[in-house]
């Protein structure tokens, strides 16, 4: 009977939260993280316990290099490509969300490699791109991510379906090429960049798709 009340609580907090979404935002989407890593896909140096680490999702305005591509980290995309925490990077969005650079957040579950997730966003006009991230795990400082906007800037209708192929980043900060390496940090930091090499391409120049996003309007 405890159980069954324990599980009926947490479901109805499950919901509200959902709700609360929906209650406080005019366009709510879901954003399902889809896993597509197995030792079938990327067999190279497959890692023991493979698994993505918490998502973070975030809407925030275009002009935004909310993955820092091309820069050096910010603290937040280190820790997450390096630990999976996601502290400092929830602590940066928020600091977007006091410059009225971003509007909203959600943070998810740690997954299996091949498993998916689902978190809800809010987003409005001016702040229709979302940006998801979540640490290729174990690794030095590997993480998958994409920006997509969910506004057709043609119609300035809001798209009802949108899935994106995630990307694989190197965050610069570590120089390690394998999964179990110890680690070798990088001082100073390189930029952010695209994986072309090591065991993730499979000795090709691309990387079969890890991971996807699905951004379905919920409202």
């Known amino acids: 009977m405890k159980k069954t009340f324990f599980l009926f609580i947490i479901i109805i907090l499950f919901s509200n939260c959902k709700k609360d979404k929906v209650n406080i935002f005019n366009e709510v989407y879901d954003v399902e993280f889809v896993g597509l890593w ?7 140096d497959y890692p023991s316990g493979a698994h993505f680490s918490p998502i973070v999702a975030y809407s925030h305005k275009a002009s935004l ?4 591509f091309g820069l050096s980290a910010t603290e937040g995309v280190q820790s997450m490509a390096e630990t999976g925490n996601t502290d ?3 602590k940066e969005i928020e600091d977007f969300r006091a410059l009225n650079i971003a509007l909203d957040k959600a943070v998810g579950t740690t997954i299996n490699a091949t498993e998916s997730t689902t978190v809800q966003v809010g987003v409005e006009s001016g702040k229709h791109t979302v940006t998801v991230f979540s640490m290729i795990a174990p690794s030095p400082d590997w993480f998958v991510a994409a920006s997509t906007s969910l506004l057709d800037s043609d119609d300035g209708l809001w798209y009802d379906y949108v899935e994106v192929s995630a990307q694989v980043f190197d965050a610069g900060t570590d120089s390690a090429k394998t999964f179990s390496a110890a680690n070798m940090p990088n001082d100073p930091k390189e930029a952010v960049k695209l994986i072309t090499n090591g065991p993730l391409t499979n000795g090709s120049d691309s990387i079969v798709t890890m991971a996807k996003f699905i951004f379905r309007r919920v409202k």
């Not at 290099?65 to 820092?68: E, L, Q, V």
Request: cysteine-free; hydrophobic content about 50%; proline content about 7%.
């Open 38 to 44: 197995s030792a079938a896909s990327h067999p190279e």
């Open 65 to 68: 290099n909310a993955i820092g």
């Open 88 to 90: 400092a990077l929830v």
